[in-house]
Structures are given as structure tokens and as C-alpha cells.
């Protein structure tokens, strides 16, 4: 009568986008480059390094690739999941996405379209293959978990700038790179997190590292992306990004390969007619 | 007409540009599946419990730079119980080719129209194999050429659709079905209505902000037939294929946490003209129990303008009903989120007529990887003799399906 195979609505997401917003990145310094305030107004300088880091990763306009999600439970146990992923990147909002699911096989043929929005929910359809059904889902359990992974939906979908609150905490070190170390606090009380805080290299304005923290204010989870690349010359996207969960145990692994940036892709590519034929 | 179709795709396929890029791929189902009735079958007849397998093959081919699509999704039946269940069907055998502004879809294809989940009045394309499962969401696949125009203003897509396809129904052995059983070897087709005509539909299909919205007509013959009774005794029922008008509206409006749903048709063809609607909202809590697991609450409301549909005793008149004519579905739809994807649905719909009850419990888990269990339940509570629910009294049921995948 109905189809009890949720894929987690709202959960499933761009994780394309998550890499343009955590692990924000570019070298091309430009005249337009922001410049950032010094140490007195930690609020601005933290909001600088944002809009820094955002600026920098403006204008790849599409690209495809490919994800391997491990998941571990604490007794090592692992599941896999394999996501293709297309983006369209779009001028005065946020991006269009498009998820395809290979495995676990019993989800094969599953597909996700999502138009992320600068203010507002988020646009999501779910396409279930079993019944041909395109569904619009809710959007509203942000902080759910994306395919029982140690990622929730806001941790891989479209982030902008105006969803957060910035403060700077500290310039240091990470393996050797200098960091800037910057507080945010999430602006939607649906968010999962009192705040996160951020590494992120003084030279690329690539996210290094973040911290997790609950809504009791804990330290939650640390996501370590690794293996960076830069792509036409400016776009930077890591090759892995390891999330570790300290209070359960358990960790998620994402692996990315293929990415191709502006391939051709259109609006065309992420209507709903698409979604249904998406293989 | 399979095999037509089938030459006709290959030959497409030989006049398809050199493509740049292709990919094929190939994947199957396998399901093991085992039903318990607890009480005795009201017709000795009927089976007691049942096991089957599936076979569920599907491949897919892209060339031409994404432009070109060739799909087949085969579905074979193996029941050990009731050799009437045992059954095969082509649900898909389709080539698409996608333009900027257009698609053309030919074959056998299965299309949904709806956003409701108590049931669907809007889907009309596809023929329902209640042989499969009574829930009505298993559909044969329907023959048709598709033209797809897509606009700014959204997507218009009309069908033309060769070769009408009768409903299945479980024979005398089966359970989940009617008392009397449907003969359908004494199927009778009204004027116009034979598998020659060409059923047509069209529909505008369109997303704007918050608001999903469908309008369709179909013109041809009815999917859903009335019944009378025939045999030579008047002892079975009798399927009464009609053309018919259908409009239908679709609509649905999503914003964050709530989801509102209606779906309203309008039929003539059938005797009298009739109205039916269904029409609700889903609530999703997120996070509960302290963890995190989704919870969904569904309600909606069903009417049908044609009544409390009164069965088995006078057909004189062929006999056209809903089980949901004015009926209230009630559910609560659980996500774990875990690395299994457990889910778990249960609800009920009450008849506000008459007060009787259809219980349902659904539950699916990835138990590894590559393998599913779902667990099924239904109970039919409190129906009198001449509702629909009536000749279920005895069927309620309990279903274990395992199903690998490759």
C-alpha cells in the first residue's frame, strides 16, 4: 500500500556542494579578494574568512562525481554505499543536485533531485524506481542521518554564508599549515549543532578539519577531509573525507573519484523528468 | 506487439548515431516470499498458506551521449500454492530519446501520476496485477508512445496507448479476493471498448515554489472495471471493461515539516457520472526518541460520490465501487536511519459508514548487504455481508518476503 523504503527524506543531498562549502577552497587571488580584518573584531574576521573561502570556490559552474561511503560501526563492521553525483552551480542561489544510488543494491535506481535555496527550505524530490514514483519529500529533519551514515543532511548539503554566525577564535598550526580557526554557529534551530568550529588554511582557504558539537554542547563528531586536488586551476576537492563519531563509535569514510568539472550539464539536467530516467 | 516492439528498438538502436558515451548495465531480484492465513478460507476451496518465489531481471542501456535510453525490467511469479499466481509480465521494454525541449518515450512503460499513499485515483495509465499483491501498486506494464514537451510553464505529456490490458485477479484458489471469485474467462468488453481502440491521455505536470501540481484527462478503457455477476449459474463475478472519461487534478504542497496532499478525479462512462477525491497531509518529526529516527504521521480522507458499494446481492446493473468511499486512513511511518534503513509503517483505514476496519502493518530492513526482509500484516476488522471488505473476513494475513539482490 505504501512504500515503507524511506531513503531518509532530506537526507540524501549534494555531497558535491558539501565539499564546496567544507572544504572551501581556491588560489586564484584576485583584486575582489576580501580582505580580512585583523584580530580586534573576532565577529569580522570571522565573517571575512567566510566570504574568502565562498568567493573562491564561485563559478565551477557544473561537474559530476563519484562517491564510496564506508561506514563503520565500533566493532569495525562495515557497509558500503556507491552515489553518483551531478551539480549545476547557480547564479543568486544555491545549487542544483542530482544523487543516483548504485549500492546497497536494494536501493539501485534510486535518485535525488534537490534545488538548495540561499533562504528558505530546500526543493527535494525522491525517485523510488520499484513504482516509477517521483516524490517531493520533507525537508525539514536537517540533522538526520544520510544513508546511516555519521553525515547528516546539513553536513553534505548546499551551505551558504547567511546560515551561520562567525566568530574567530585563533590563527595556529596544523601539519605544518597555517590555520585560521573560526567558530560558527548555526543560524537554523533546526540544525542538529550549537556550533562547529572550523580549520582552514591560510593560503587556499580550504576547510582542514572541523568539530561537531550536539545540541547539549558536546563534542559530537571530527571530519578530517584528506587528499586534496585542485581542479581548473582553482576549485580544490579532497579525496577523502573521514568523519569519526566520538560518542557512538563510529566513523564514515567518503571516497571521491571522476570528478569532471563543466561537463555540459543544463537546468535541463535536474528537472524531474530527468530524475526519473537518471541511470 | 512484444515482438514488434522489440524489433523496433533494435532498430533504432542500429540508426543511433555513433555514441560517445554509453553504459549498460544489468541487475536482478530475487524474493522468496511466504504467506500465513491464520483462520480458514470462507470458500473451502482457498488455499490455507502459500509460498512463492520472483524473479525480477532488469537491464539498462545509455548511449548517445545520455540522450538515448533502452530499459527492460521482466518480473516472473513462481507460486507453489496457487498455480493461478504463478505469472509473468514485461513491466518495461522502452527506448527514450531526450531533446532539450522534448522527449519521445516508446514501449511497454509503467507511469505514476499521484501524491497520495492511501491510494491512487489520479494513476490511470497502467493496468494494477492484483494477482501480485492486493495492494494495488504492482502494475503490468502498458504498451504507449509518449511525447514529452517541455516548457517554462512545465512538462505536457500525451500518450497514445495500443493493446489494453485486463486486471488480474486471484482464481478460485487464491485468497485476498472476492466472494464470489472473478471469472475472468467471461470478461465482457462494452461497445468501443475491445483491446483494438487506442486509449489516449494527456497531462500538464508542473512545479512551482512549494506547490506541485498535475492535470490529466484519459480517454479509453477504464483500468478499473465494473463487475456483475455471470457463469452459468450466476455464480461468479464477471469483469465490465467501459470507456471512459477521467479528469484528474493532483496537487501537493511541501513546506518543511508538512506535506499537504490531494487528488481528486472525475469519471463519466461507468453508468452515472461519479466524483472521488482523496485528500490529507503527512507530518515528519525529526529526531525522536532522543536519536535518530524519523517519525511520520499520515492522515487522509477518502469519498466517493457513488457510495457505500452494496455486493453480491442484485447485479443487474454492472457495479462500480471503492472500497474508500468514505473512509478515513490513519498511519505513523517510522525511519530509523540506521545502517539497515529500518522502516515501519502501520495504520488503519475506518469505514465512517460502517465502521469497519482495514489494519496494516508493513516493515522493511536490510538485513545484509544486498539482502532485504520486509514483514507485512493485514487484518480485516468488523465488515457486514455485502461490503467490498466482506469476502476478506477470513484473509487476514501474514507475509515474510526475503529478497537478495544481484
Known sequence: MMDTKILKPGTIATLVLAIVMLVLAATVGTAQETAIPDTADPGARGLAIAV???????????????????????????????????????????????????????????????????????????????????????????????????????????????EYTYTWLRDEQLDGQDIYVVERVPVDKNSGYTKLVTWIDKEHFRTMKV????????????????????????????????????????????????????????????????????? | MTRRLIVGIVG?????????????????????????????????????????????????????????????????????????????????????????????????????????????????????DLIESPDGEDKLGQPMVNFAWIT?????????????????????????????????????????????????????????????????????????PRFTLGGVTSSVLVPVYEVIHQTGID?????????????????SGQGDAFGALTGGFEYTFGGVFGGVADLGVLLEYSWDSRGEAVFGTDLTDPLGFSVFQNDLFVGSRLALNDTGSTSLLGGGAVDLDTGSLLLILETSRRIADDWTMEIEARAFVGAEPG?????????????????RYF
Open chain 1, 52 to 162: 574568502e573561502a565562498d568567493r573562491r570556490d564561485t563559478g565551477f559552474g557544473n561537474f559530476t562525481a563519484e562517491m564510496v561511503m564506508v561506514l563503520r560501526n565500533r566493532h569495525g563492521q562495515e557497509s558500503r554505499r556507491d552515489i553518483r553525483l551531478r551539480t549545476l552551480e547557480v547564479d543568486g542561489d544555491g545549487d542544483k543536485s542530482l544523487s543516483i544510488f548504485d549500492r546497497p543494491r536494494d536501493v539501485e535506481g534510486t535518485a535525488f533531485l534537490s534545488f538548495s535555496h540561499v533562504t528558505g527550505n530546500d526543493d527535494q524530490w525522491l525517485y523510488l524506481p520499484a513504482l516509477s514514483r517521483v516524490k517531493r519529500i520533507s525537508t525539514s529533519n536537517k540533522s538526520g542521518p544520510f544513508m546511516g551514515s555519521e553525515f547528516s543532511y546539513e553536513d553534505i548539503s548546499s551551505q551558504e554564508v547567511e
Open chain 2, 12 to 128: 533504432i538502436l542500429l540508426l543511433a548515431p555513433a555514441s560517445t558515451a554509453t553504459a549498460q548495465d544489468w541487475s536482478a531480484r530475487i524474493e522468496a516470499e511466504g504467506s500465513l492465513f491464520p483462520a480458514s478460507p470462507a470458500d473451502p476451496g482457498q488455499i490455507h498458506n502459500s509460498a512463492s518465489i520472483a524473479i525480477a531481471p532488469e537491464w539498462e542501456f545509455e548511449f548517445d551521449d545520455r540522450r538515448q535510453l533502452i530499459t527492460f525490467e521482466g518480473f516472473l511469479r513462481l507460486d507453489a500454492s496457487d498455480p493461478d499466481r504463478t505469472h509473468a509480465d514485461i513491466r518495461v521494454l522502452s527506448w527514450e530519446y531526450v531533446a532539450n525541449r522534448w522527449e519521445a518515450r516508446v514501449g511497454l512503460r509503467r507511469v505514476f501520476w499521484g501524491v497520495t499513499e492511501s491510494q491512487h485515483l489520479v494513476d490511470i495509465i497502467n493496468q494494477t
Open chain 1, 211 to 279: 568539530e561537531f558539537y550536539d545540541r547539549k554542547g558536546a563534542h559530537m563528531k571530527t571530519l578530517i577531509p584528506q587528499g586534496f586536488h585542485q581542479y581548473l586551476e582553482q576549485y580544490w576537492r579532497p579525496d577523502i573525507m573521514n568523519m569519526v563519531n566520538h560518542q557512538t563509535g563510529k566513523s564514515t569514510v567518503l571516497e571521491w573519484t571522476n570528478y569532471e568539472f563543466r561537463t555540459g550539464l543544463t537546468d535541463r539536467d535536474f528537472d524531474r523528468n530527468a530524475l526519473k530516467r537518471a541511470r
Open chain 2, 251 to 267: 496537487a501537493q504542497m511541501t513546506t518543511a515539516a508538512w506535506l499537504l496532499k490531494l487528488e481528486t478525479i472525475l469519471r
Open chain 2, 387 to 403: 461490503e467490498p471488505l466482506y469476502s476478506l473476513r477470513q484473509d487476514d494475513y501474514l507475509r515474510v518476503a526475503v529478497s
Open chain 2, 152 to 224: 517554462d510553464f512545465g512538462t505536457v505529456d500525451a500518450f497514445v496507448m495500443p493493446l489494453f490490458r485486463e486486471r488480474t485477479f486471484p482464481g478460485s484458489r487464491g485468497r485476498l479476493r472476492f466472494q464470489p471469485r472473478v471469472e475472468t474467462d467471461e470478461t465482457v468488453f462494452d461497445e468501443g471498448a475491445d483491446s483494438g481502440r487506442l486509449d489516449l491521455a494527456l497531462r500538464w505536470a508542473h512545479s512551482v515554489g512549494a506547490w506541485d501540481l498535475g492535470l490529466s484527462h484519459f480517454y479509453g478503457t477504464s483500468r478499473d
